[in-house]
T-cell receptor
Framework: DAKTTQPNSMESNEEEPVHLPCNHS???????IHWYRQLPSQGPEYVIH???SNVNNRMASLAIAEDRKSSTLILHRATLRDAAVYYC????????????????FGKGTLLTVNP | DSGVTQTPKHLITATGQRVTLRCSPR?????VYWYQQSLDQGLQFLIQ???????AKGNILERFSAQQFPDLHSELNLSSLELGDSALYFC????????????????FGEGSWLTVV
């Protein structure tokens, strides 16, 4: 599995944008980059994923570097509800199937949002 | 609400005992995963089942076992419990075995808190 490096913690103010970085320099060409987050006392939840180009959904945006060795999760306007641990996870994609999809969680980034 | 149901939510038991944690996956999901989360180890993958068959094993102790039944619900059995087994155990489910371009989101339950005293 590709290794990832994320800051242990970050802090933001409410309604300001937040950029959460992830370094995944050993990622393979067929690994997707998935982001999950875990709110306090809850199970992890899916945020977004991408392969090469930038992605947007209702929760966040994902900016992937051209060399794919890093990515940034962008929360456009942080709310108190966004306070969570954010995990960046490379996930192998095998076109032929037969691979087991399991998430390997690192330590993630603890995001604190100040009111 | 992720649609994944875990019972019990909280459980306190003594060392040496055996417990069973139950998981009902989201409707239609064939793949079930078990994870353990403790303060010092973080989220650790234990085991994965797909349509009743074991498909991947992670850091699961020999004292632990799991199965997935024909109705797709799953149980995690923990035996000869030790203090260090105290943790939050998550069940998760997904539609497919593999992650494709669509992502194949994994949905997590709220967890079962196990305290061994």
């Amino acid at each position: 599995d590709a290794k990832t490096t994320q800051p242990n913690s970050m802090e933001s103010n409410e309604e300001e944008p937040v950029h959460l970085p992830c370094n995944h320099s050993t990622i393979s060409g067929t690994d997707y980059i998935h982001w999950y987050r875990q709110l306090p006392s809850q199970g992890p939840e899916y945020v977004i994923h991408g392969l090469t180009s930038n992605v947007n959904n209702r929760m966040a945006s994902l900016a992937i570097a051209e060399d794919r060795k890093s990515s940034t999760l962008i929360l456009h306007r942080a709310t108190l509800r966004d306070a969570a641990v954010y995990y960046c996870i490379p996930v192998p994609f095998f076109h032929s199937g037969g691979s087991n999809y399991k998430l390997t969680f690192g330590k993630g980034t603890l995001l604190t949002v100040n009111p | 609400d992720s649609g994944v149901t875990q019972t019990p939510k909280h459980l306190i038991t003594a060392t040496g005992q055996r417990v069973t944690l139950r998981c009902s996956p989201r409707s239609g999901d064939l793949s079930v995963y078990w994870y353990q989360q403790s303060l010092d180890q973080g989220l650790q993958f234990l085991i994965q089942y797909y349509n009743g068959e074991e498909r991947a094993k992670g850091n699961i102790l020999e004292r632990f076992s799991a199965q997935q039944f024909p109705d797709l619900h799953s149980e995690l059995n923990l035996s000869s419990l030790e203090l260090g087994d105290s943790a939050l155990y998550f069940c998760a489910s997904s539609v497919a075995l593999n992650a494709g371009p669509s992502g194949n989101t994994i949905y997590f339950g709220e967890g079962s808190w196990l305290t061994v005293v």
